[in-house]
């Protein structure tokens, strides 16, 4: 009994550690855009199968994309104060146990999207290279941000593509709005680490252009983020909760911006609580258009 029970809580701390490393919480980042994809190419809702496909697509594409940048930033991971403790940088969490879990959230995905249609198949397989991809970028290129937006600003257009099987023009747009948001925010939290990616010679933004010009580009990319949402608003035919919507984002980007300039002691919480409420507060403006 006692050699079980500690077999059950071994596996638990594993598993609890691996979530740790992969965040899954954030996953209310992509989350959000994957249904707002889904729910306008539908005209509504779309259904209970979608639904499951949806959660399922996005929980393991986003456990691949964090693990690969996991597995791959380890080293540099373990020599930056801030990173220093996850336990994919510790040992907590080993390679293997990385490799098995980018082997197995990548399969996972391949596997639901050949449930949806066969575009979403042929495409899985780039997908999964585009967000394993982000994760070498800060080795090569100060734009590595936009790079993590791309990753993201695929979530609403995958949306799309497993609902109708086609990857709609105003899809793109909602993408791209995406992108430089996602872009935006993370020129801000990079700020943490501008005099370790200096001192390492790691490419991001603030390292290149100091914590001043860091906050120009962030604001910015998030400028483009609306003036992109606002064509998606415009293309998909969205009425007055769209567009609402699309002002209520602003005004939280705006919040974002001022907590930052005021205090980078504000970047956590920046970046976690208001970002993950944008994205809720984004879709329940798109459910109410439909309503």
Do not use: C
Not at 30 to 41: D, K, R, T, Y
Not at 68 to 82: G, K, Q, S
Not at 223 to 243: D, E, H, Q, V
Not at 247 to 259: C, D, H, R, S, T
Request: proline fraction near 4%.
């Amino acid at each position: 009994m006692g050699v079980k029970t500690y077999q059950i809580d071994r596996i638990w701390e594993d598993l609890k550690q691996i979530g740790i490393s992969i965040k899954i919480e954030h996953t209310i980042f992509s989350l959000p855009f994957i249904f707002i994809g889904m729910v306008v190419a539908a005209g509504g809702w779309f259904g209970w199968k979608f639904l499951l496909l949806g959660v399922i697509a996005g929980f393991s594409a986003r456990t691949f994309g964090m693990m690969v940048n996991r597995l791959v930033d380890r080293e540099i991971d373990r020599l930056n104060p801030r990173t220093a403790t996850r336990p994919t940088a510790n040992g907590l969490v080993s390679v293997w146990e990385m490799v098995g879990i980018i082997g197995i959230s990548g399969v996972i995905f391949i596997v639901t999207t050949y449930f949806a249609n066969p575009l979403a198949f042929k495409l899985s397989f780039p997908i999964l290279g585009i967000l394993a991809g982000y994760s070498f970028t800060k080795r090569f290129t100060p734009f590595s941000h936009l790079f993590l937006g791309i990753a993201l600003g695929l979530a609403p257009i995958a949306g799309a593509i497993l609902v109708t099987g086609t990857v709609p023009p105003w899809s793109v747009f909602l993408g791209f709005g995406v992108m430089f948001w996602v872009a935006g925010f993370d020129v801000l939290y990079s700020i943490q680490d501008i005099r370790f990616d200096q001192q390492e010679g790691l490419f991001s933004i603030p390292a290149l252009v100091g914590t001043e010009g860091a906050l120009l580009f962030s604001r910015l990319f998030h400028l483009l983020a609306l003036l992109f949402w606002g064509w998606f608003t415009f293309f998909a035919r969205l009425g007055i909760w769209g567009w609402a919507g699309v002002g209520v984002v602003a005004l939280i980007l705006i919040w974002e911006q001022k907590l930052v300039a005021q205090d980078f002691q504000n970047i956590p919480r920046a970046f976690f609580d208001l970002n993950a409420l944008l994205g809720m507060v984004y879709f329940g403006f798109i459910v109410l258009n439909y309503l």
